[in-house]
């Protein structure tokens, strides 16, 4: 019989706005903001971002990673930046770390079909470093388009990263979790990123306990409906 921990267990994982040297680059970020305006679907933006070209990441990346799931999701999980595996396939969370993931998915009763899955930004830092702040700005008009088509009703947030960018805090990643915040009137838990997890098996019971009070306010929520 699995317990909680095993249920999450896996091997281990392995300010300044951009300006770009192309010409056109300032042509290009003014049509993007006007047309964003006419976007119905996630697909429509998801085909646009692909061509982005806001912030320097456009130059190394492989490919945006735009985000996967359920449209109409009621429950939006949010990791902080695509990583190498991510940044070949055009998924979010398809390396080593995607399979602890769908394991915490599996552990409130969900799956990838139920919830939608994205990154705060869309393209490979090099080196998975931090995104910079020019780059989350950048990215920012991606984002909140993104929330305003799935209108999520509840949102986690994975990991430090993703935590301080979605809530503009500095606060550490034990200070934000075990509370709930608040993202333009959205419910926001925050946990433990799944590629921390595996690099830190002790965190994972701590990790348990974070999904099951995510699924008892995600009850709750339902229920109130």
């Known amino acids: 019989m699995h317990t909680p921990v095993s249920l999450l267990s896996f091997g281990p994982e392995k300010t300044?706005?951009?300006?770009?040297?192309?010409?056109?680059?300032?042509?290009?970020?003014q049509n993007v903001e006007?047309?964003?305006?006419?976007?119905?679907t996630l697909d429509a933006l998801c085909e646009d971002a692909s061509s982005c070209r806001l912030c320097a990441l456009a130059d190394t990346r492989t490919q945006v990673v735009f985000g996967a799931g359920?449209?109409?999701?009621?429950?939006l999980f949010v990791g902080e930046a695509p990583g190498q595996?991510?940044?070949?396939q055009g998924e979010p969370f398809v390396g080593r770390s995607g399979p602890l993931l769908d394991r915490m998915l599996h552990a409130i009763g969900m799956d990838r079909d139920n919830v939608y899955i994205?990154?705060?930004?869309k393209c490979r830092p090099p080196n998975n470093r931090d995104p910079r702040p020019d780059e989350v700005q950048a990215c920012k008009l991606w984002f909140e388009q993104q929330l305003d088509i799935i209108q999520p009703k509840m949102i986690c947030l994975l990991g430090r990263v993703a935590a301080q960018t979605v809530?503009?805090?500095d606060d550490t990643l034990g200070a934000l979790r075990g509370s709930w915040h608040e993202f333009q009137g959205i419910p926001v838990w925050v946990t433990y990123h799944p590629a921390y997890l595996l690099r830190s098996p002790r965190q994972k019971q701590k990790s348990w306990q974070d999904m099951m009070q995510l699924k008892l306010r995600f009850q709750a929520l339902k229920i109130s409906e």
Do not use: C, R, V
Request: without cysteine; negative net charge.
């Open 34 to 40: 006007i047309d964003s305006a006419n976007f119905k």
């Open 167 to 169: 809530l503009k805090t």
């Open 70 to 75: 359920n449209s109409h999701a009621d429950l």
């Open 118 to 121: 994205m990154n705060s930004i």
């Open 16 to 29: 300044s706005e951009y300006i770009h040297p192309d010409a056109q680059h300032n042509d290009t970020a």
């Open 85 to 88: 595996d991510e940044d070949l």
